[in-house]
């Protein structure tokens, strides 16, 4: 046999049957996905085998010398090639076995016979026997076998017709990610066609079932074979609260162009009506946009209810960039109704705002516009936030300017809106020059800042509508670095220690409303800032000593924190003036003492704490503990506790007086055995004595299939109301997803709960 024919015969089979099989294996994956495809993992508590591959690692290669043998080799006078028992042919990685093999010279087809195997990197293909042509990539084979190690996938089919080199007709195919020998779920189709000009499959009478038993079924459907989006039905989401009753959404996906696409997902709500629920999203070469509605004619409610939002970042032009933000609900008891937990039910405001910013080698000039819309029923307009209308900022920075010179500019000028309160505009201008000297061992840091303020309001108290307000400041931040290695022990322990003077002197600026500005809450890190108020409405005035001290210890074999403990105080030269008429004075000589403790206790656990301890009171202003701890087995544990004493709370909206605030958090995933565990969260208010979130749930997981089943119940809001829900999900992995997001609502909920295996979906 010539050198060209066996070149022709090795590169035919094996290159163009895996074509062929690589597109269908790669269909029922992809299937109205919209990203291109991520690797398969499986969790921490459960070992799953994947396929090895062959031997070798070689890429595969037509150009490589074929290799062919058979126990014997004859060719008759009319051209006929007959290889016969044993027979072998290797090109590369690609092997081709078969008992008994034709070739016809003259019309370049082969008729392999008897068990044939073919065999390559990713593939793994057995049929009983196949006919094909090496000129126009022809191939059939009936009763084939297939295995795609990558993923990895199997599944069998009745017949395998390859026309052409991109389209291929299969009958009674299967398809399955489960291991050899567990059919847990299994996708079959009476008729599949893949065509992979088009990046197009096409089944008909497709069944998706599980444990035998069928889930779905389609007459028709379309799919993508490769990792282009494709239009297409998404998996469903269905579940039930006790406020919307039970309900079901059926997402679809719309690939409008290569950089724009949509979804569109109705959702009925038995209690209230059908939802339906829109997102548009455009990418650009300036950026992206998206566009989201949701609107639902609510029996519950009575009235017509929606939620719009658009969003845009972009670039116009080297360095100028645009953000646009905007969203707008239908009344404020929006998200109390329709939101999914504490994250949205307790949302207060949505933002509307708008950014174009310009950023240079020192400078950045921003204009900006923000609203908002209130809606949390429990609040008043009253108590909305001031809106921008607009905002412009310059800021610039030079570093290591002549002399060594920092220099940092900040300027500012806003106009503020209100319908209920004092507004009008502020113009902000600041300076502030530092001198640093450092090295590894130590930095010391003089700097001097200057600020200047002016107001025109519109105001009807009879107070000046015109306050100005200067305040000069000087600082000076220094601190020292000792280290010494620990014995017996491949870690070193460090020694920080920190002092900062600041010096502002006071300003009255009761005439002065307040915008924007809010009281930084103190810790550690506010030992050492240079302004105690965000926003520019406050300035306090300043005459003290700040003195902390870090110690860390360092693994110097992987540099991994195992320790980092901070302490500090604020030592006052002065008393501090009233910055609100309802605060008085303060006069303590000495701040609260700031402490924060970090642990790695082990490769498994994590301990975090801080406190603030009022020493004149003899109480602890703030406290905070957790512990965290995972392992290789998939033990999750997570316990907090967080206190806040009333004098640090604003006030209750309900009350109207100030409340401590107590919370309990505990949440915990526990694997019973290979397959089973258990996933609880128990977060509970101390201070009121009632439940914020309960939630119990228990998962049944193999390398085929998950399978969540939970319960909740969650506070609304501040008047103990209550929704209580129980939630179910199927996870067929590599394919799709049954039942409700409970993956994401665990990961949201449960700090360190890994969900990776909901991600591999249609």
């Keep these: ?66 290799q062919l043998s058979a126990d014997r080799i004859e060719r008759d006078g009319s051209g006929t090639v007959t290889l016969q028992g044993a027979v072998q042919i290797r090109q590369g990685t690609q092997v081709l076995n078969a008992d008994l093999l034709h070739y016809q010279e003259h019309d370049q087809t082969v008729q392999a016979d008897g068990e044939v195997r073919i065999e390559d990197e990713e593939w ?8 094909l042509n090496l000129d126009t990539g022809y191939f059939k084979s009936s009763s084939i076998a297939y295995q795609y190690k990558p993923l990895p996938a199997r599944g069998q089919a009745d017949l395998l017709e390859r026309t052409s080199k991109d389209f291929a007709y299969l009958e009674n195919a299967t398809y399955t990610t489960c291991a050899e020998g567990d059919n847990s779920w299994e996708l079959a189709a009476g008729v599949l066609e893949l065509d992979r000009a088009s990046g197009d499959g096409t089944g008909k009478k497709v069944t998706a079932r599980f444990m035998g038993v069928p889930v779905f079924y389609t007459p028709w459907i379309r799919f993508p074979i490769d990792s282009a989006r494709k239009s297409g039905f998404l998996a469903p989401t269905f579940g039930n609260s006790s406020d919307s009753g039970p309900s079901l959404e059926i997402p679809w996906y719309w690939n409008i162009a290569a950089n724009r696409d949509a979804v569109i997902a109705p959702r009925l709500l038995a209690d209230r009506g059908l939802q339906l629920k829109s997102s548009y ?25 929606y939620l719009a939002s658009i969003e845009y970042q972009g670039t116009l032009t080297p360095g100028i960039e645009l953000e646009l933000l905007y969203n707008r609900a239908s009344d404020r008891m929006y998200f109390e109704d329709l939101g999914d937990g504490l994250g949205l039910s307790s949302t207060q405001y949505v933002e509307q705002s708008g950014r174009l910013s310009y950023l240079g080698q020192h400078w950045e000039l921003t204009a900006f516009m923000q609203g908002f819309q209130g809606v949390d029923p429990s609040l008043s307009s009253e108590e909305d936030p001031f809106k921008r209308l607009p905002q412009l900022e310059l800021k610039g920075s030079y570093l290591s300017a002549s002399g060594g010179f920092d220099y940092f500019i900040e300027n500012e000028w806003v106009r503020f809106q209100h319908d209920d309160k004092i507004d009008g505009e502020r113009l902000h201008l600041q300076l502030a020059v530092e001198r640093p000297f450092e090295n590894a061992a130590y930095f010391v840091r003089p700097g001097i800042r200057l600020s200047h303020t ?32 620990l014995k017996n022990s491949s870690a070193v322990q460090t020694l920080e220690p ?49 003195i902390g001290m870090t110690s860390r210890i360092l693994n110097t074999a992987n540099g991994r924190e195992k320790l980092r403990a901070s302490v500090g105080r604020i030592f006052y030269f002065r008393d501090r003036k009233t910055w ?6 303060q006069r303590s000589p000495s701040s609260e003492v700031a402490a924060e403790l970090k642990l790695g206790l082990s490769e498994h656990w994590e301990a975090i704490a801080s406190t603030l301890l009022d020493t004149r009171n003899d109480r602890t202003q703030r406290n905070s503990v957790r512990f965290h701890y995972r392992d290789e087995n998939g033990r999750l544990l997570n316990l907090a506790y967080r206190y806040r004493h009333k004098s640090t709370e604003p006030l209750d909206p309900v009350t109207n007086r100030q409340q401590s605030l107590e919370q309990s958090d505990f949440s915990m995933v526990l694997p019973l055995n290979k397959h089973w565990r258990t996933v609880t969260r128990w977060n509970y208010d101390l201070q009121n004595n009632r439940n914020l979130e309960l939630l119990a749930g228990l998962e049944y997981e193999t390398c085929c299939w998950k399978l969540r089943l939970a319960g909740r119940r969650y506070s609304q809001n501040v008047n103990e109301d209550y929704n209580t829900s129980v939630e179910f999900q199927l996870v067929l992995k590599g394919l799709g997803q049954i039942g409700s997001p409970l993956g994401e609502l665990l990961k949201r909920g449960v700090r360190g709960y890994d969900d990776k295996d909901d991600h591999n979906f249609f």
Aim: one cysteine or more.
């Design 1 to 66: 046999m010539s050198k060209t024919i066996r070149n022709k015969l090795g590169a035919s089979i094996l290159g163009g049957i895996c074509l062929v099989l690589q597109a269908g294996g790669h269909a029922s994956a992809e299937y109205g996905k919209r990203n291109a495809s991520q690797e398969n993992q499986s969790s921490t508590h459960l070992a799953c085998q994947t396929a090895s591959g062959p031997e070798t690692d070689a890429a595969p290669n037509p150009g490589a010398p074929v």
């Design 124 to 131: 793994l293909l057995e049929g009983e026997g196949a006919q």
């Design 580 to 585: 609100r008429p309802d605060t008085p004075q």
């Design 281 to 305: 999203r455009h990418l650009h070469q300036a950026g992206l946009a998206q566009v989201g509605v949701e609107y639902l004619d609510d029996r519950e409610f009575d009235d017509d209810r």
């Design 498 to 546: 920190r002092i900062y003077y600041l010096h502002t002197p006071f300003r009255d600026q009761t005439e002065i409303p307040l915008f924007d500005t809010k009281e930084y809450e103190f810790g550690f890190e506010q030992l050492f800032r240079s302004r105690s108020f965000s926003g520019h409405d406050r300035f306090g005035e300043a005459d003290h000593l700040s």
């Design 454 to 485: 002016r107001y025109d309001l519109h105001r009807k108290d009879g107070l000046d509508d015109e306050p100005t307000r200067s305040v000069p400041s000087a600082y000076l931040d220094t601190g020292l670095k000792f280290e010494r290695e």
